[in-house]
């Protein structure tokens, strides 16, 4: 069984966005393309934080790109994005939303980020997602969406970690490279953890 998940095609993650993601919104036809594929499943993640949450530049009074220790863990702090249920936190309005079938929502817990789809940055708390792929059978898993080297690498990392055949879809990605060739060596990662680095044409073709 073969899922896709979609991560955080996001108003705030798309180019006028709070964290813009250059290029962010030109992979949405395509993704909109990739779930016409026959997925057993597809999902979707949504970065999904209380106003206050400690990786807000706004909130420590800091630069966004510092650093700092938030509970013990490294974190760069970003523009306020994504607050629970603010315009910013809705899917993009040109995504189709009709053939997802699960949401899963992170980064709720203002302590800690969350930039995998499956678990906190410390590995400390499951998003549930893990369960609910292996309760479909789910062996084989297409992750696309943004971004590249923030949430798409460490859900795909999991997704390795995790036992799944893990696919990156990668012009059905884009990354916020705070510094240059950060997505580039986001994809070589995945690619050393075993993840396969596919483009779109190739999924839509092969099904
Ligand atoms: C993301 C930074 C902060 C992402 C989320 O979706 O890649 N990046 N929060
Ligand atoms: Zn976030």
């Known amino acids: 069984m073969t899922a896709l998940l979609i991560v955080d095609i996001q108003n705030d993650f798309l180019p006028r966005g709070a964290l813009s993601v250059s290029e962010g919104d030109v992979i949405i036809p395509v993704i909109n393309q990739l779930m016409e594929v026959d997925f057993d499943l597809v999902v979707a993640s949504k970065d999904w934080h209380p ?24 974190q760069i702090l970003w523009p306020d994005h994504c607050v629970e249920n603010s315009a910013g936190s809705e899917f993009a309005s040109e995504l189709n ?57 460490y859900s795909a990392l999991d997704a390795c970690n995790l036992g799944y055949d893990t696919f990156v879809i990668e012009d059905a990605c884009r ?16 690619r050393a953890a075993g993840a396969h680095i596919v483009q779109s044409k190739d999924v839509i073709s092969a099904c």
């Open 97 to 153: 939303t009709d053939p997802i079938e699960h949401i899963t929502h992170k980064g709720m817990d203002k302590k800690i980020d969350s930039y995998s789809a499956f678990f906190d940055n410390g590995h400390k708390k499951s998003t549930g997602l893990d369960g609910i792929l292996k309760g479909e059978g789910i062996e084989k898993l297409y992750i696309c969406g943004l971004a590249t080297d923030y949430c798409v690498k």
């Open 175 to 190: 990354g916020v490279n705070l510094s240059e060739g950060d997505s580039d060596k986001a994809l070589e990662e995945l």
């Open 51 to 74: 106003k206050d949450h400690g990786s807000f530049a706004s909130i420590q009074g800091k630069a966004v790109g510092d650093h700092i220790l938030l509970d013990g863990l490294d």
